[in-house]
Each structure stands twice: as C-alpha cells, then as structure tokens.
T-cell receptor, first 112, second 115 residues
Framework: GEDVEQSLFLSVREGDSSVINCTYT??????LYWYKQEPGAGLQLLTY?????DMKQDQRLTVLLNKKDKHLSLRIADTQTGDSAIYFC????????????FGSGTRLSIRP | EPEVTQTPSHQVTQMGQEVILRCVPI?????FYWYRQILGQKVEFLVS????????KSEIFDDQFSVERPDGSNFTLKIRSTKLEDSAMYFC?????????????FGPGTRLTVT
C-alpha cells in the first residue's frame, strides 16, 4: 500500500544547510510535496515536484527526486531560526481529486 | 492572498455529542478535502468531495461522519456521535481545477477535544 517514511528529528546549526529525506513506496505517485507546519499552525505548501523531474529549486529550497530509489529530499540552504518547524513529505496521484498521503513529519530544530 | 479558513479553532465536546466543523475553501476551488491529525501522529486523509458528492473516503470515514456543502461557500464535516478517539486536529483543504496543477491549500485546522 501507499506509505511515506521520514526520519523524525533533525538538528542543524544556524546558517548551515538542512537536508530532510523521505522515501515513498507507490511508484505511481505523480506529485511529491513538501509541507511545513509551524507550532499550532496549519500545513503550508512549500514546494512540489512532478515525478518526471529530477530537481526543482526555489530560492533557498532545493528538491531532489530519485524515482528509481523512490527517494525525495528537501535541502534548505542557510537555515534560519524561522525554519524551525515540522516538515512533511507527501505524495499524490495524477488527479485533481486525489488524496495526499503524508509522512510522519521531520521536526527540524536550529542550534545557534 | 486567498486562504482556506476554518471555524472554530478549538471545539470541546462531550462524548456522544454531535459536532460540526466548518470550512470556507478558496472561492474558485472545486475540490474539497478533510484530513485529521491525532496528536503526534501522521496527517490522515478522511474524504474528498467534488461536484456535490464524495469522490473518495478512507476507512476512518465511517457512518458517523458526513460532509456537506450547504451553500456556495461553506464545506462542513459532521461527526454524529463523537468518541474519545475522535480527538484530533481536523484540517480542511481545497484545490483548484487547473490542469496539471494539483496544489492542495490547507486551512489552519480545528482542534477537536472529546471529553
């Protein structure tokens, strides 16, 4: 069945790059997403990538997709204290009505 | 920037009571969803809704749950007889019908506490 796995915690020093990794099981996934959840807040869509792409860059964010290994990563350059949050990897199929399947989320904490 | 809104932000109810969680999706969106997140667990899909009917529902979405779009702006989730295990954060989401663009925008959530 569909499943998305992520490590639970990541701690990085302010100014360093953060890399959050994710694996998924469903090879028919068409869209892969990264959502950010700050404490007490909702889910903010950060970026997404189509399954026919290898990489997508958006300012400080770089998404890498290895479709063969079903591995997705999110790199945050120059990590700031405001980046502290839970980051969810997610997938969906090729349909407007498709549900999104979320991973457990990776809690990113920033050390001074 | 348009956003999905949800009310109330926090609802406390007694076991066995009915609750209605309300959402106002983004105005030109056509696809609507409910998800829930039990504290410390994954965000789980409950139901999707399009053209005034349910498109897909999960195993969680049993006969105790129902959804409705009573007018042109609101989208509601009703739980008929709440159980302790229904305590969770409930997120509404909506999606525009633009070919090739499948971005689900989420509301801030309603925290439901069943006592």
């Amino acid at each position: 069945g569909e499943d998305v796995e992520q490590s639970l915690f990541l701690s990085v020093r302010e100014g360093d790059s953060s890399v959050i990794n994710c694996t998924y099981t469903d090879s028919s996934s068409t869209y892969l997403y990264w959502y950010k959840q700050e404490p007490g807040a909702g889910l903010q869509l950060l970026t997404y990538i189509f399954s026919n792409m290898d990489m997508k860059q958006d300012q400080r964010l770089t998404v890498l997709l290895n479709k063969k290994d079903k591995h997705l990563s999110l790199r945050i350059a120059d990590t700031q204290t405001g980046d502290s949050a839970i980051y969810f990897c997610a997938e969906s199929m090729d349909s407007s009505a498709s549900k999104i399947i979320f991973g457990s989320g990776t809690r990113l904490s920033i050390r001074p | 920037e348009p956003e999905v809104t949800q009310t109330p932000s926090h609802q406390v109810t007694q076991m066995g009571q009915e609750v209605i969680l309300r959402c106002v999706p983004i105005s030109n969106h056509l696809y609507f969803y409910w998800y829930r997140q039990i504290l410390g667990q994954k965000v789980e899909f409950l139901v999707s809704f399009y053209n005034n009917e349910i498109s897909e529902k999960s195993e969680i979405f049993d006969d105790q749950f129902s959804v409705e779009r009573p007018d042109g702006s609101n989208f509601t989730l009703k739980i008929r007889s709440t159980k302790l295990e229904d305590s969770a954060m409930y997120f509404c989401a909506s999606n525009a019908d633009r070919a090739g663009i499948y971005e689900q925008y989420f509301g801030p959530g309603t925290r439901l506490t069943v006592t």
